[in-house]
């Protein structure tokens, strides 16, 4: 019976490990596209390639994806247990957008 008991725990152990190694791969893979992204932004605005008019909107993309990364993967938000915290951030992220668009339409017109 003592057996039987460690063999399951060592296979529960086995499966924390793996997933424990996925996890870290993952975040390390997210970590490198986001140090990328910011070369690619610090490149663009640096060598003046891109017409003024382009590289505000790719800087906006760039930062709303670094910033996607960052909530996904660094904040924990795809993890069980953490819907509360996600609806907030994600209800704040819309609630500053809904902001900003009624500030751009009040100066506009």
């Known amino acids: 019976m003592t057996n039987e008991s460690n063999s399951n ?9 793996q ?4 996890e870290m791969q993952r975040q390390l893979i997210s970590f490198g596209l986001m140090i990328v ?12 390639t891109i017409s003024r008019m382009y590289v505000l909107p790719i ?9 996607g990364f960052q909530f996904y993967y660094f904040m924990h938000l795809k993890d069980k ?23 751009m339409v009040i100066s506009w017109w």
């Open 9 to 17: 725990l060592d296979q529960s152990e086995v499966f924390r490990r």
């Open 19 to 22: 997933k424990s190694k996925e």
């Open 37 to 48: 992204f910011t070369i690619i932004a610090f490149a663009i605005v640096a060598t003046g």
């Open 59 to 67: 800087l906006f993309i760039m930062a709303i994806v670094q910033a």
């Open 81 to 103: 247990g953490h819907e509360m915290p996600a609806t907030l951030i994600y209800g704040g992220v819309w609630a500053a957008f809904l902001t900003l668009a009624g500030l």
